[in-house]
């Protein structure tokens, strides 16, 4: 439980946004040409970190915008927070 | 068993005020070498070890817990056993352990408080009936009890649920497994650890893996807060942290950590002689033995490793809780508290070994795991010991998220999350 400021609209409460997950993995530009393990790789595999991790969210019930984040998985201290397109502002 | 437990060890011993018990497991400090270490003391881990010694004889074996004994996930679930999936892999898989748990305080000399109380499921809308039903008929073509329900006869089965047409989910009937129920989830990991103990197998505790040492594709040893241990099978059962170690050997798993809540009321007289689950609601109850309400809540939707969780998940839950069963409305909660629970894609565990030879995962049980903890232990040791896995594991592998053979769980087991 916490809040989130969301680059958009301000600080609300974690419950207005869906977690989207681990952060800046990249489609592939040539689907066709993928083999097994790297659909494996992009679609399952996680790093799934205890600590510093990169994450996608969005503000389900506010702006409904997705953007980053860099949160700390082990006390869910939010370090920034950077919209889609942006490189994360620190490691 | 040196010290075995009976009616009349119990009266010797309360002659003498219960003040000459032994202790039920030894506190070793860890040897230079064993033939295989199991990483993480909860009752998959213990009852891994437990059954590597019984049936493989492999008894020159350590568990390592970085804390101790059954103080993770194995101490914060809500205790159901129940076997009524619907795909096959994972009917074999929860039924060997369903059969496994009802011969389990004979087999450890441990009363472990099996309950078979059944477990309930709810359907609230006409697709949870058509779903529910279609499991039930699964379920008996593979050997498991499972009967239908019409709202008289869950009223009738559980007289305090609400069963009115106007609550915002009505009840339209439910599915019941008779021999489904609780145990005792503490006496599970201190009868296997009691149990292995007993065999050879050093439980070392306040010991936490700090690394995995590879010689290339194969494992030579854990380094932990106790100094470096050389072996050449190391098995995986951390649960929630299954991925930090994995990063250690540094390879990836199709896991994300997340924190499941629970909730125990304040002790009342017995009020609920079953297990009810709801799928729909997402709400479950049953009664401990010793009278709190036990509730099962559902899962943060983000990674978080505190053992916390949000307070709208558990607002949530009470709601549908309150609305099936409004004779709790005045009730206390007394305690709450998040275990951290690794979910596979597909909503099923892995009992695998991996590319590195050596190194074993047993890993993401998500949000349902204490059910299988005896069949889990019992077919993650024969997966060590033989280098391959039991037919009834071998679909669980980890190689089925390359090869896309999921065993989709998701929706289709009794509780989604």
Redesign the interface.
């Known amino acids: 439980m916490f809040l989130i400021n969301c680059p958009y609209c301000g600080e609300r409460d974690q419950s207005e946004f869906t977690a989207g997950g681990e952060a800046h993995i990249v489609r592939p530009k040539q689907p066709t040409e993928l083999s097994d393990d790297q659909w494996a790789e992009f679609l399952f595999m996680r790093k799934n970190i205890k600590g510093v991790q990169l994450e996608r969210w969005n503000h389900a019930h506010g702006c409904r915008k997705w953007f980053n984040m860099v949160r700390d998985t082990s006390n869910d201290k939010i370090h920034a927070v950077y919209k889609m397109g942006e490189k994360p502002p620190i490691k | 068993m040196k010290n075995k437990y009976s009616i009349f060890s119990l009266i010797k011993n309360a002659f003498t005020d219960h003040e000459n018990w032994q202790r039920a497991w030894r506190d070793p400090l860890p040897k230079k070498e064993y033939d295989a270490v199991i990483v993480g003391g909860g009752g998959h881990g213990l009852a891994t070890a437990f059954y590597l010694a019984k049936k493989h004889n492999m008894k020159n074996i350590a568990v390592v817990e970085k804390s101790w004994i059954g103080g993770g996930n194995t101490g914060r679930n809500t205790t159901i056993i129940r076997s009524n999936y619907l795909w096959d892999a994972s009917a074999g898989l929860y039924d060997h352990a369903l059969k496994i748990w009802e011969g389990l305080s004979q087999e450890l000399n441990y009363n472990v408080m099996f309950s078979q109380r059944g477990v309930m499921n709810l359907a609230h809308n006409l697709q949870d009936v058509r779903d529910l039903k279609r499991r039930t008929h699964a379920n008996r073509l593979n050997g498991i009890d499972a009967v239908w329900l019409n709202t008289q006869e869950v009223k009738k089965f559980c007289p305090i649920i609400n069963t009115s047409p106007d609550i915002r989910y009505p009840v339209l009937g439910g599915t019941l497994q008779r021999r489904a129920g609780t145990a005792r989830h503490d006496a599970v990991a201190w009868g296997y650890a009691r149990g292995a103990d007993a065999m050879g197998v050093d439980i070392i505790q306040n010991c936490e893996v700090k690394g995995i040492k590879r010689n290339g594709d194969s494992v030579e040893g854990v380094e932990t807060t106790k100094g470096f241990i050389k072996t050449k099978k190391i098995g995986v059962v951390a649960a929630g942290?299954s991925?930090?170690i994995a990063?250690m050997a540094d390879i990836?798993?199709?896991?994300?950590?997340k924190p499941l809540q629970a909730l125990v009321s304040e002790p009342v007289k017995p009020i609920i002689d079953t297990v009810v689950m709801s799928n729909a609601v997402h709400a479950y109850v049953s009664q401990s033995d010793k009278g709190e309400l036990v509730i099962g809540a559902g899962t943060?939707?983000?990674?978080?490793?505190?053992q916390?969780?949000?307070?709208?998940v558990v607002e949530g839950t009470l709601k549908a809780i309150l609305e099936l069963y409004p004779i709790f409305s005045r009730m206390k909660m007394l305690r709450q508290w998040g275990g951290i629970v690794?979910i596979c894609?597909d909503a099923s565990p892995i009992i695998s070994k991996t590319h590195i030879k050596g190194l074993y995962f047993n890993c993401g049980w998500g949000t349902g795991g204490f059910k299988a903890t005896p069949g889990s232990g019992d077919l993650f040791a024969h997966t060590i010991a033989n280098d391959e896995p039991h037919k009834l594991n071998a679909d669980f592998n980890i190689n089925r998220?390359?090869?896309?053979d999921l065993v989709d769980e998701h929706g289709a087991a009794a509780v989604a999350h």
């Open positions: 942290h991925s930090v990063n990836k798993l199709p896991l994300e950590s943060d939707s983000y990674v978080s490793y505190t916390r969780g949000s307070h709208d690794d894609p998220f390359v090869s896309g």
